[in-house]
């Protein structure tokens, strides 16, 4: 009986690329984010962070990819508009009464430079906080002049070269008052996280009614560039139903990463940290990074489109 010749692989044949080779190499990515560089747009990327419904992972969201995009080589500004201040605490900054915070900037006390803080995460990454003086803050902006532009008044080129960030990111409250439209007048992009649930799209109508208002009346330059599905289980039926409904619905807005449903996401922020430095070999910290890079390259196809 004839045996099979045995013949030596070329390295092409013996590096196949299978599934666990790719986590591995995302995983990588994340332990050693000088081995990766991200694009730097040609101009400043504005972005708010927007889903009245709460829940959907939009501070998570907005930290986390602000945290990717900084760890990997651009300067990043966040801009906690919430009066809770999660975003503030997941990026180690204080924000306890009394430290300068968006409440004084949006009041005019404050420029944006002087309430701006390091995080504790990269120096690449700055934060301006919100404290619990924020909570009254739509009530103080109601007898204010141009009220819906104040956080636009403070984002001047001037303020924003002084920080000189390639994004900015605007963490909006889940509410559709006045902060959010101060977010969105002062952005020209908003991002919108969908989670991988039956209500997913409950609210979603009114958020891009609002939108479409702004653009009208306020900032014709506003659009909806991207949309980030969150909190996604593969053991779930539902949550493909969700995944192609919305990509039926929004076609190329909707970014291919998906981001799962993680513990390590949700522990993260205890720690004042992002998942991306509390567990970097997570799935949740590779997925935001991976959305992070496709949010960066977009970007810059678009530009040079």
């Given at each position: 009986m004839l045996r099979p010749t045995?013949?030596?692989q070329t390295p092409e044949e013996s590096a196949v690329w299978t599934p666990i080779a790719e986590e591995a190499e995302r995983a990588t990515r994340v332990l050693h984010p000088h081995s990766l560089r991200l694009p730097r747009p040609t101009r400043r990327r504005v972005l708010t962070v927007a889903n009245q419904k709460g829940g959907v992972g939009k501070t998570t969201t907005t930290v986390n990819l602000a945290a990717g995009l900084a760890l990997h080589g651009l300067k990043v500004l966040v801009i906690d508009l919430d009066p809770q201040g999660n975003a503030s605490t997941a990026l180690g900054v204080d924000h306890r009464s009394g430290t300068p915070s968006v409440y004084e900037v949006l009041i005019g006390e404050l420029s944006l430079g002087?309430?701006?803080?390091?995080?504790?995460?990269?120096?690449n990454l700055l934060c301006v906080p919100a404290t619990i003086d924020l909570a009254g803050a739509e009530i103080e902006l109601v007898s204010m002049v141009a009220r819906e532009s104040r956080l636009k008044e403070a984002l001047t080129s001037e303020a924003l070269d002084q920080l000189n960030p390639d994004y900015v990111f605007i963490d909006c409250p889940p509410s559709l008052g006045l902060l959010t439209v101060n977010a969105m007048v002062a952005a020209q992009e908003v991002l919108i996280p969908i989670q991988c649930e039956y209500y997913a799209l409950e609210?979603?109508?009114?958020?891009l009614r609002n939108i479409e208002l702004v653009q009208s009346h306020l900032n014709p330059v506003l659009n909806v560039s991207t949309i980030l599905l969150t909190m996604y289980d593969g053991r779930t039926k539902l949550a493909d139903q969700v995944t192609?409904?919305?990509?039926?619905?929004?076609?190329?807005?909707?970014l291919r990463t998906v981001i799962p449903r993680s513990v390590k996401v949700s522990e993260a922020p205890g720690y004042g940290q992002t998942v991306l430095t509390y567990d970097p070999g997570s799935r949740g910290a590779m997925s935001y990074l991976d959305a992070a890079r496709e949010l960066a390259e977009r970007g810059a196809q678009e530009e040079m489109s």
């Open positions: 045995t013949q030596q002087e309430a701006a803080a390091v995080s504790t995460q990269t120096p609210g979603l109508s009114q958020l192609s409904e919305v990509r039926g619905h929004f076609g190329d807005l909707v």
